[in-house]
């Protein structure tokens, strides 16, 4: 099967969405903060919105080009869109809903997902996790070409969406369609995609795989996204071969990469220790700070100390009786630490 | 709440409740049941009630045929000039029905404006049984109308939307999702404005006259009856309330007994309460 190819670019209310995107058999994911553009772009694949220019093609078949006029309606689309809050029809059960979509896959499908002993059951009737297996199905039916996922674990709780990210991952990877999906959640796009784009104000500042973005962050905004510290600092050639970088607080931090000028230092919070006083060791960087925040992930602890976020266990975390307002000291290694070159001009 | 302002507000309850309900009783406490039953072999009383009934239905049919579709495109689409057609359609709400039949008669009538047109046709609407429908059908019809536009625009757009990436186009999405999650705001609007057809005076009596047998529907009669036999009104009157009411439950009947009956049944609880 061809790849989808996309190119949309229409106005929305402060900004532009200018997309330009490539999906094999694979799952795309774009990541953005709501309000980035990204529901409008899939109901732009999908035919449910007309983009200002733009062309959608699969497979050579021609869905939209707006230089030729050409734009099928969404039911000529051969698109399995899943919405955000499911869009279950209330009014028909759940085998019903599935064959509303097609009705030759209809009772396979039941099957597939779980879903037979639920099938004369209305939506109003089920759970999260079993509406969004009922969409899934729903948008199967038809038996598409492409699949579209509006924030599809939004609408679970934090339990339930932890143990449907597997399911969905596993699923995705069955069907073999070229997905895409859009969602606010990074971990989410990182547990479910091959790919990742990063959006920001309507534009992909990133694409790359979960494990490229974290190594290289293109700016901090995409560091953010992902969850890794950066820093930005001007960095000149030190001794022994390390590259220095001072900061705007005035701090100094070592890197082994090489860099010059503006540069982005990336560290990822698991690889900073937290310790109440400078420790003797290996490690080269030392950033003294005030706590300004514990956020527990589970059983770990994110702990905000000045410019950077470590994690550690929660273990750890009680073991040092770490409060907000506390000073202590944050220690990396040089060799953990990534140099992204910065334009002298990019934006904070 | 003090006791005595409840007491207060439940007397001022009962004087409205008593003062909607009282002319009804008397009106049946004036027939007695014998006479309610003789009043439907006279003939007038007859005549006028299967008038009522076929211009009613007739034009009933016409509103829910045509209103449902512009309905539909005017709750659920926009574009320029959306707002001006709901007012024009509104417009019949606020006019005098007086003032309605005048405006059908300028419009219709031999030497309104598009009276010469139809007589060119052989047609001609004035005082027959067509123009009854006509006038019922441009007094009641706002009553659907209104209702139906309302229904459709308050349904979830993305329901819709999931319709269309389903495979369903404009025709059967209406058909499946629109239908039948509109359909209990639908059937009340049709209620109210089967009500309002069957109670038609005014731009009936300018406009298609009161002839018996053939323009003169019940509400026509009672006030033919008035001058001549202010029992046989008085009974009219009663039968109307009770053919009315029949009707209406007839007419709500049957969408609920098409739902029982259709291949995927679909309950009515759910889709009334959303």
Redesign the interface.
């Given at each position: 099967m061809g790849p989808l190819h996309i190119r949309v670019s229409h106005p929305l209310r402060v900004f532009r969405l200018e997309i330009a995107l490539d999906v094999g058999a694979e799952t795309v994911a774009l990541v953005g903060p709501s309000g980035a553009g990204k529901t409008t772009f899939l109901r732009a694949v999908a035919g449910l919105v007309r983009p200002e220019h733009g062309s959608v093609a699969i497979d050579g078949e021609v869905w939209l080009d707006t230089k030729t006029g050409v734009s099928l309606p969404p039911e000529r689309r051969s698109v399995g869109l899943v919405f955000q809050e499911y869009a279950l029809f209330p009014h028909l059960t759940v085998a019903e809903n599935v064959a509303y979509g097609g009705r030759a896959r209809a009772a396979e499908l039941l099957e597939r997902f779980g879903l037979a002993p639920l099938a004369q059951l209305h939506p109003g009737e089920l759970s999260g996790g079993e509406r969004q297996r009922v969409a899934l199905a729903r948008a199967l039916a038809r038996d598409p070409r492409v699949l579209l996922l509006d924030e599809p674990l939004a609408a679970l709780d934090t339990q339930t969406r932890a143990e449907l990210k597997a399911e969905l991952g596993e699923r995705l990877r069955e069907l073999g369609l070229p997905t895409l999906l859009v969602t606010h959640d990074y971990d989410d796009a990182a547990a479910l995609a091959d790919r990742i784009g990063v959006l920001v104000e309507g534009q992909i500042v990133q694409l790359g795989t979960a494990a490229e973005l974290v190594a290289a962050p293109a700016s901090p905004f995409v560091a953010e996204f992902t969850g890794v510290n950066f820093l930005r600092g001007a960095a000149v050639p030190g001794f022994d071969g390390l590259t220095e970088i001072r900061l705007a607080d005035g701090s100094t931090v070592y890197s082994t990469d090489p860099g010059s000028g503006q540069v982005g230092v990336v560290v990822v919070p698991w690889e900073i220790t937290l310790a109440r006083s400078a420790p003797a060791g290996s490690a080269r960087n030392h950033l003294t700070g005030l706590i300004r925040a514990l956020t527990p992930v589970g059983n770990r602890v994110r702990v905000s100390v000045g410019p950077v976020t470590a994690e550690i266990t929660a273990a750890s975390a009680e073991q040092l009786e770490l409060r907000p307002g506390e000073q202590v000291v944050a220690t990396f290694k040089a060799a953990g630490t990534r140099l992204v070159p910065l334009a002298p001009d990019a934006p904070p | 709440m003090t006791r005595l302002g409840s007491v207060l507000l439940a007397i001022v309850v009962a004087i409205a409740l008593a003062f909607l309900l009282l002319p009804l009783l008397a009106l049946f406490l004036r027939v007695p049941p014998g006479t309610l039953v003789g009043q439907l072999g006279s003939g007038a009383a007859l005549d006028a009630i299967l008038v009522s009934l076929k211009t009613s239905l007739l034009a009933h049919a016409i509103i829910l045929g045509i209103g449902t579709p512009v309905a539909w495109v005017l709750g659920t689409r926009s574009f320029p000039g959306r707002r001006i057609a709901i007012a024009a359609i509104e417009l019949p709400l606020v006019l005098p029905p007086a003032v309605a039949g005048i405006a059908l008669l300028a419009a219709f009538g031999r030497r309104g404006l598009l009276g010469g047109t139809l007589e060119g046709f052989g047609i001609s609407l004035p005082f027959t049984q067509a123009a009854v429908i006509v006038a019922i059908v441009f007094v009641a019809s706002p009553f659907y109308v209104r209702q139906a536009i309302a229904a459709f625009a308050s349904l979830?757009r993305?329901?819709i939307?999931?319709?269309?990436?389903?495979?369903?186009?404009p025709l059967r999405t209406f058909r499946?999702?629109g239908l039948?999650?509109a359909a209990g705001a639908l059937g009340a609007g049709s209620s109210l404005a089967f009500a309002r057809g069957l109670g038609e005076f005014g731009a009936t009596i300018i406009f298609a006259g009161s002839f018996r047998g053939e323009t003169q529907t019940a509400p026509l009669a009672i006030y033919a009856q008035l001058d001549l036999d202010f029992d046989t009104a008085v009974a009219l009157g009663a039968l109307l309330i009770i053919v009315s009411v029949a009707v209406l439950a007839a007419v709500n009947l049957i969408p609920a007994w098409a739902r029982s009956t259709s291949v995927?049944p679909?309950?009515f609880a759910?889709?009334a309460s959303?």
């Amino acid at each position: 099967m061809g790849p989808l190819h996309i190119r949309v670019s229409h106005p929305l209310r402060v900004f532009r969405l200018e997309i330009a995107l490539d999906v094999g058999a694979e799952t795309v994911a774009l990541v953005g903060p709501s309000g980035a553009g990204k529901t409008t772009f899939l109901r732009a694949v999908a035919g449910l919105v007309r983009p200002e220019h733009g062309s959608v093609a699969i497979d050579g078949e021609v869905w939209l080009d707006t230089k030729t006029g050409v734009s099928l309606p969404p039911e000529r689309r051969s698109v399995g869109l899943v919405f955000q809050e499911y869009a279950l029809f209330p009014h028909l059960t759940v085998a019903e809903n599935v064959a509303y979509g097609g009705r030759a896959r209809a009772a396979e499908l039941l099957e597939r997902f779980g879903l037979a002993p639920l099938a004369q059951l209305h939506p109003g009737e089920l759970s999260g996790g079993e509406r969004q297996r009922v969409a899934l199905a729903r948008a199967l039916a038809r038996d598409p070409r492409v699949l579209l996922l509006d924030e599809p674990l939004a609408a679970l709780d934090t339990q339930t969406r932890a143990e449907l990210k597997a399911e969905l991952g596993e699923r995705l990877r069955e069907l073999g369609l070229p997905t895409l999906l859009v969602t606010h959640d990074y971990d989410d796009a990182a547990a479910l995609a091959d790919r990742i784009g990063v959006l920001v104000e309507g534009q992909i500042v990133q694409l790359g795989t979960a494990a490229e973005l974290v190594a290289a962050p293109a700016s901090p905004f995409v560091a953010e996204f992902t969850g890794v510290n950066f820093l930005r600092g001007a960095a000149v050639p030190g001794f022994d071969g390390l590259t220095e970088i001072r900061l705007a607080d005035g701090s100094t931090v070592y890197s082994t990469d090489p860099g010059s000028g503006q540069v982005g230092v990336v560290v990822v919070p698991w690889e900073i220790t937290l310790a109440r006083s400078a420790p003797a060791g290996s490690a080269r960087n030392h950033l003294t700070g005030l706590i300004r925040a514990l956020t527990p992930v589970g059983n770990r602890v994110r702990v905000s100390v000045g410019p950077v976020t470590a994690e550690i266990t929660a273990a750890s975390a009680e073991q040092l009786e770490l409060r907000p307002g506390e000073q202590v000291v944050a220690t990396f290694k040089a060799a953990g630490t990534r140099l992204v070159p910065l334009a002298p001009d990019a934006p904070p | 709440m003090t006791r005595l302002g409840s007491v207060l507000l439940a007397i001022v309850v009962a004087i409205a409740l008593a003062f909607l309900l009282l002319p009804l009783l008397a009106l049946f406490l004036r027939v007695p049941p014998g006479t309610l039953v003789g009043q439907l072999g006279s003939g007038a009383a007859l005549d006028a009630i299967l008038v009522s009934l076929k211009t009613s239905l007739l034009a009933h049919a016409i509103i829910l045929g045509i209103g449902t579709p512009v309905a539909w495109v005017l709750g659920t689409r926009s574009f320029p000039g959306r707002r001006i057609a709901i007012a024009a359609i509104e417009l019949p709400l606020v006019l005098p029905p007086a003032v309605a039949g005048i405006a059908l008669l300028a419009a219709f009538g031999r030497r309104g404006l598009l009276g010469g047109t139809l007589e060119g046709f052989g047609i001609s609407l004035p005082f027959t049984q067509a123009a009854v429908i006509v006038a019922i059908v441009f007094v009641a019809s706002p009553f659907y109308v209104r209702q139906a536009i309302a229904a459709f625009a308050s349904l979830d757009r993305t329901l819709i939307d999931a319709s269309r990436t389903l495979g369903a186009g404009p025709l059967r999405t209406f058909r499946r999702i629109g239908l039948p999650l509109a359909a209990g705001a639908l059937g009340a609007g049709s209620s109210l404005a089967f009500a309002r057809g069957l109670g038609e005076f005014g731009a009936t009596i300018i406009f298609a006259g009161s002839f018996r047998g053939e323009t003169q529907t019940a509400p026509l009669a009672i006030y033919a009856q008035l001058d001549l036999d202010f029992d046989t009104a008085v009974a009219l009157g009663a039968l109307l309330i009770i053919v009315s009411v029949a009707v209406l439950a007839a007419v709500n009947l049957i969408p609920a007994w098409a739902r029982s009956t259709s291949v995927f049944p679909i309950p009515f609880a759910s889709s009334a309460s959303r």
